[in-house]
C-alpha cells in the first residue's frame, strides 16, 4: 500500500509499505480521509519529542474511513462500516483512565503519533484502541472528509466544557485559524448572546464571520480592550477563548474578561518560552477562572461524533483543499499556509 512515512525533520516520503494485518482483537480500517492539524506540521518539521532522530512511522491522527478488516475475536463492527477512529489510548487503568480522561494518561498511545496513523491507504486499529471504545460509528451521509475533523472539534468541546457558557452570554476568541472557527460555532450553538472574534489575517476574519461571528476585531490595527468595552458597554467578556499561541493574547484576558469571566488558554505556547505575565491581584479581585485544556478524551470524541451524526453542526466549510496521498508533500505546504482552514489528504 501507499503510505507518507516520516523519515526525519522535513522528510516525508509516499512510499510502498506493507499493508497492516490484523491479530485478533485488531481491526484494519481502509482511510478515507486524514486531515492535517499542528501537530503533523510540528512532526513534519521534526519538533514532536515522539519523532526522535532515526524514527521511521506514519503520522496522521484524524482519521475516517472502512473497515476492511476484523480479527475474528473482535465483536460489534461490520467489514465495510464507516468509522472514525479516536486516536488518544490511555492505559486502561491509571486515575485519569479510570475518570474517564485518557488524553492525560502518562503512559498513553496515539495513532499517528506514537504508532502508525492514518496518512495511509490502510491503517491498524490495534487491540487497545477497540477494547477501549475508540471506533465511532458515522453515517453515512456524513462526510468523510467532515468527520475527519472530529478530533479537532472533539478539543473545542473539552476546552468549552471547561466554561459551562451560558445563554446570552459574551463570548470572546481570540485566533480565527480552524479551532477558532469551531469555537465560534459551537459557542453559538451553545447560546452565546454574542460572539467576538480577534484575528489580524483578513481572509481568517471573513471566514469565522461567515461562520456567525457578530463582531471581528483586527488588534493590529483596533484597540482590542477599547472596542470591547464599547461593544459590551464596559461589561466585558463573560468568556475568553485563547486559540492562538500568542504570550500578549493570554496575559491580554485578564483586561478583557468581566468580573467573575471564564478563561481558557486553549493554545499552549512554545515549549522553549511558555511564561506569561500574569497579574495575580486580577484573578483574585475580578474572581476570574482561568483554565487549560489539551488534546481531547474518546469520551469527548462520542460527544463530538453525536452532534455531527445529527446534524446539529456544519463542519463542511472548514474543509479548504484536497489531495491524493501520492500529493502528500502539496497537501502540507497548503497546510503551511495561513489563509488555508483544514487541508485533507483522502487516500
Given at each position: 500500500?501507499?503510505?507518507?512515512v516520516?523519515h526525519g525533520?522535513n522528510d516525508?516520503?509516499?512510499?510502498?509499505v506493507p499493508?497492516?494485518?490484523?491479530?485478533d482483537r485488531?481491526?484494519v480500517?481502509?482511510?478515507?480521509?486524514a486531515?492535517?492539524?499542528g501537530?503533523?506540521?510540528?512532526?513534519?518539521h521534526g519538533?514532536?519529542r515522539?519523532?526522535t532522530?532515526?524514527?521511521?512511522?506514519?503520522?496522521?491522527?484524524?482519521v475516517?474511513?472502512?473497515i476492511?478488516?476484523m480479527?475474528?475475536?473482535?465483536?460489534?463492527?461490520?467489514?465495510?462500516?464507516?468509522?472514525?477512529?479516536?486516536p488518544?489510548?490511555?492505559c486502561?487503568?491509571?486515575?485519569q483512565?479510570?475518570?474517564?480522561?485518557?488524553n492525560?494518561c502518562?503512559n498513553?498511545n496515539a495513532?499517528g503519533?506514537?504508532?502508525?496513523?492514518g496518512?495511509a491507504e490502510?491503517?491498524l486499529?490495534p487491540?487497545?484502541?477497540v477494547?477501549?471504545?475508540?471506533?465511532?460509528?458515522i453515517?453515512?451521509?456524513?462526510?468523510?472528509?467532515v468527520?475527519?475533523?472530529l478530533?479537532?472539534f472533539?478539543?473545542?468541546?473539552?476546552g468549552?466544557?471547561?466554561?459551562h457558557?451560558?445563554p446570552?452570554?459574551?463570548?470572546?476568541i481570540?485566533?480565527?485559524?480552524?479551532?477558532?472557527?469551531?469555537?465560534?460555532k459551537l459557542?453559538k450553538?451553545?447560546?452565546a448572546?454574542m460572539?467576538i472574534?480577534?484575528?489580524?489575517?483578513?481572509f481568517?476574519?471573513?471566514?469565522?464571520?461567515?461562520a456567525?461571528?457578530?463582531?471581528?476585531?483586527n488588534?493590529?490595527?483596533?484597540d482590542?480592550?477599547?472596542d470591547i468595552?464599547?461593544?459590551?458597554?464596559?461589561?466585558?467578556?463573560?468568556?475568553i477563548?485563547?486559540?492562538?499561541?500568542?504570550?500578549?493574547?493570554?496575559?491580554?484576558?485578564?483586561?478583557?474578561a468581566?468580573i467573575?469571566?471564564r478563561?481558557n488558554?486553549?493554545g499552549?505556547?512554545?515549549k522553549?518560552?511558555?511564561?506569561?505575565?500574569?497579574n495575580s491581584?486580577?484573578?483574585h479581585?475580578?474572581?476570574?477562572t482561568?483554565?487549560?485544556?489539551t488534546?481531547?478524551?474518546t469520551?469527548?470524541?462520542w460527544q463530538?461524533?453525536s452532534l455531527?451524526?445529527?446534524?446539529?453542526?456544519?463542519?463542511?466549510?472548514?474543509i479548504?483543499q484536497?489531495f491524493?496521498?501520492?500529493d502528500?508533500?502539496k497537501a502540507?505546504?497548503a497546510a503551511?499556509n495561513r489563509?488555508?482552514?483544514k487541508?485533507?489528504?483522502?487516500p
Open positions: 500500500m501507499k503510505a507518507a516520516y525533520s516525508i516520503r509516499v512510499e510502498e499493508k497492516p494485518t490484523p491479530g485488531d481491526l480500517i481502509k482511510v478515507q480521509s486531515s492535517i492539524c501537530t503533523d506540521l510540528r512532526i513534519f519538533k514532536h515522539m519523532y532522530e532515526g524514527t521511521r512511522r506514519i503520522p496522521g491522527h484524524e475516517v474511513g472502512t476492511s478488516e480479527g475474528n475475536k473482535v465483536e460489534g463492527y461490520s467489514i465495510g462500516q464507516k468509522v472514525f477512529v479516536a488518544n489510548m490511555g486502561g487503568h491509571c486515575e483512565c479510570i475518570s474517564g480522561n485518557n492525560l502518562k498513553y495513532l503519533v506514537t504508532i502508525n496513523g496518512f490502510y491503517m486499529v487491540e487497545q484502541a477494547q477501549q471504545g475508540n471506533i465511532i460509528p453515517n453515512e451521509e456524513v462526510d468523510a472528509a468527520a475527519a475533523l478530533e479537532p472533539a478539543c473545542v468541546l473539552r468549552q466544557n471547561a466554561l457558557i451560558q446570552g452570554e459574551i463570548v470572546l481570540i485566533g480565527a485559524g480552524p479551532i477558532g472557527v469551531m469555537h465560534t459557542a450553538i451553545r447560546g448572546g460572539v472574534v480577534s484575528e489580524p489575517i483578513s481568517r476574519a471573513n471566514q469565522v464571520k461567515n456567525g461571528a457578530d463582531h471581528v476585531i488588534p493590529m490595527e483596533q482590542l480592550q477599547a468595552a464599547k461593544l459590551t458597554k464596559n461589561h466585558g467578556a463573560d468568556v477563548i485563547v486559540a492562538a499561541p500568542v504570550h500578549v493574547a493570554q496575559e491580554s484576558t485578564l483586561d478583557l468581566a467573575g469571566g478563561i488558554f486553549f499552549g505556547l512554545p522553549d518560552k511558555p511564561l506569561i505575565n500574569f491581584n486580577m484573578v479581585y475580578k474572581e476570574l482561568v483554565t487549560g485544556t488534546a481531547c478524551s469520551a469527548d470524541c463530538a461524533s455531527v451524526n445529527h446534524g446539529l453542526i456544519d463542519l463542511s466549510e472548514l479548504s484536497r491524493p496521498i501520492d502528500t508533500l502540507f505546504e503551511e489563509e488555508s482552514l487541508i485533507v489528504i483522502q
